[in-house]
């Protein structure tokens, strides 16, 4: 009997949403995000299957570092608006214990995250991830920003730094949305710092996977048609 209701619920949501399943715009996007994130012919022998569980009953894949709690930005899907913490930034003494102690356990994959706080406010931004690259441990460093605290003369630092991707959470590439989804002023700046960013990571070889994270109230459609995005995808259309 619940079998059978769930079968029908299925089925009439399908149908509510058919104009919506056989959209090409909708299977362009999941082609797209299949293409990049998997691989069907790629398969993991028992040998490491169990090899991968016995690191995992020792110590986590990656960590997820923190480096401050500010932010430059207020934007309306964040919880930084609702943030009773008193600003800070880690110290130096907290990140190298981070290192010393993630390290000694064989290290990995090592996040510079967002919990409410832009990384790249920090000024010790690129040193950070400059000090993470030295180790011999460390696989992946990555992080995420929204691009407004990169500075022009330091962009070229960065590509260089040892970071491995870097995911720029931004709005739709036009100044109203910019400014209605983000609430601040710095849309010019954020859009001259990615075309910098990507100019950069071209000249260099490509060392930084970049990743453009849309908070969008338009479709992917319409997003990518809009003049300023078509202006940087030829400015980083090898580099995106």
Same mark, same amino acid.
């Given at each position: 009997?619940?079998?059978?209701?769930?079968?029908?619920?299925?089925?009439?949501?399908?149908?509510?949403?058919?104009?919506?399943?056989?959209?090409?715009?909708?299977?362009?996007?999941?082609?797209?995000?299949?293409?990049?994130?998997?691989?069907?012919?790629?398969?993991?022998?028992?040998? =490491?299957?169990?090899?991968?569980?016995?690191?995992?009953?020792?110590?986590?894949?990656?960590?997820?570092? =923190?480096?401050?709690?500010?932010?430059?930005?207020?934007?309306?899907?964040?919880?930084?608006?609702?943030?009773?913490?008193?600003?800070?930034?880690?110290?130096?003494?907290?990140?190298?214990?981070?290192?010393?102690?993630?390290?000694?356990?064989?290290?990995?994959?090592?996040?510079?995250?967002?919990?409410?706080?832009?990384?790249?406010?920090?000024?010790?931004?690129?040193?950070?991830?400059?000090?993470?690259?030295?180790?011999?441990?460390?696989?992946?460093?990555?992080?995420?920003?929204?691009?407004?605290?990169?500075?022009?003369?330091?962009?070229?630092?960065?590509?260089?730094?040892?970071?491995?991707?870097?995911?720029?959470?931004?709005?739709?590439?036009?100044?109203?949305?910019?400014?209605?989804?983000?609430?601040?002023?710095?849309?010019?700046?954020?859009?001259?710092?990615?075309?910098?960013?990507?100019?950069?990571?071209?000249?260099?070889?490509?060392?930084?996977?970049?990743?453009?994270?849309?908070?969008?109230?338009?479709?992917?459609? =319409?997003?990518?048609?809009? =003049?300023?995005?078509?202006?940087?995808?030829?400015?980083?259309?090898?580099?995106?």
């Amino acid at each position: 009997m619940k079998l059978s209701y769930n079968i029908k619920r299925a089925i009439n949501f399908a149908y509510n949403r058919r104009h919506e399943l056989f959209d090409k715009e909708l299977w362009g996007t999941i082609s797209r995000v299949a293409k990049n994130r998997f691989n069907i012919w790629e398969k993991v022998s028992r040998k =490491e299957f169990i090899e991968n569980l016995q690191i995992i009953k020792q110590r986590p894949w990656n960590i997820h570092v =923190e480096l401050t709690n500010l932010c430059n930005s207020n934007c309306i899907f964040c919880a930084y608006q609702y943030q009773i913490r008193p600003y800070k930034f880690m110290t130096d003494k907290i990140y190298n214990k981070v290192l010393d102690e993630y390290c000694a356990i064989g290290g990995g994959n090592f996040m510079i995250e967002v919990v409410v706080g832009d990384p790249a406010v920090d000024p010790k931004f690129i040193q950070r991830i400059e000090q993470a690259r030295n180790r011999k441990e460390i696989a992946r460093i990555e992080t995420i920003t929204n691009a407004i605290a990169l500075k022009s003369n330091t962009i070229k630092n960065l590509v260089y730094s040892g970071l491995s991707r870097i995911s720029i959470s931004t709005a739709p590439f036009e100044e109203t949305l910019y400014k209605q989804i983000y609430r601040n002023k710095s849309y010019k700046k954020v859009v001259r710092n990615i075309s910098h960013l990507l100019h950069e990571n071209e000249k260099a070889g490509h060392p930084i996977d970049i990743k453009l994270c849309f908070r969008s109230n338009l479709t992917m459609k =319409e997003t990518i048609s809009l =003049e300023d995005y078509q202006m940087i995808a030829e400015n980083g259309r090898h580099s995106v």
